[in-house]
């Protein structure tokens, strides 16, 4: 399937210079949706993951039905004041400014082999902030995927030695 028709390019969102990729158009496309979800089931499938962490909030959205083909739980990582038990965070930078993340303290437990997952990867701070928290946990990063990775941003050099897989790369 041809996935990159199904992604809307949109310039200067969410600032002048940006260039956003849009993957509701392939959300709402209910084979393109199903075929993406399965292309990462058989890719992990025999990975013995046992947890699935999904990086707000389009992680969310591919994390959850991804789990569920796992077998596996699924860990939200969300944005400041938005988890309600004790939680980790920790603070990092985007290319257009600055964020921080949180994990709840009791949702991985040592040893446990986790795959995240978010819709795109560019500088890749997001997708490392979210390592840091993990290994804070003790948790065994199993991969880390991605439906677009944008390579000449170079976020792939900032994951630490984790693996990498996208569905689709843009230069």
């Keep these: ?7 809307r390019e949109i310039p ?30 058989e890719r992990f499938r025999h990975k013995r993951i046992t947890k699935v962490v999904g990086i707000e909030s389009r992680g969310f959205i591919l994390g ?26 920790v603070k990092y930078s985007l290319e257009y400014g600055a964020n921080c993340l949180t994990i709840h303290r009791d949702a991985i437990e040592r040893g446990e082999r986790v795959l995240i997952i978010d819709d795109l990867l560019a500088t890749g701070g997001t997708a490392s902030a979210t390592i840091h928290l993990i290994r804070q946990l003790g948790g ?5 995927a ?12 900032k994951l630490d030695g984790c693996p990498v897989y ?3 790369e843009y230069p």
């Design 140 to 144: 065994e990063i199993v991969g880390c």
């Design 12 to 41: 200067d969102f969410p600032k002048p210079g940006i260039l956003f990729y849009d993957i509701t158009p392939l959300l709402k496309d209910p084979d393109g949706f199903r075929s993406i979800i399965q292309e990462f089931t």
């Design 64 to 89: 959850c039905p991804l789990a569920f083909q796992l077998h596996a739980g699924f860990v939200p990582v969300r944005r400041p004041g938005k988890l309600p038990a004790d939680v980790f965070e």
């Design 166 to 168: 996208s569905l689709m």
């Design 1 to 7: 399937m041809d996935y990159k028709s199904l992604i």
């Design 146 to 157: 991605f439906l677009v990775e944008l390579l000449s941003l170079g976020g792939r050099q």
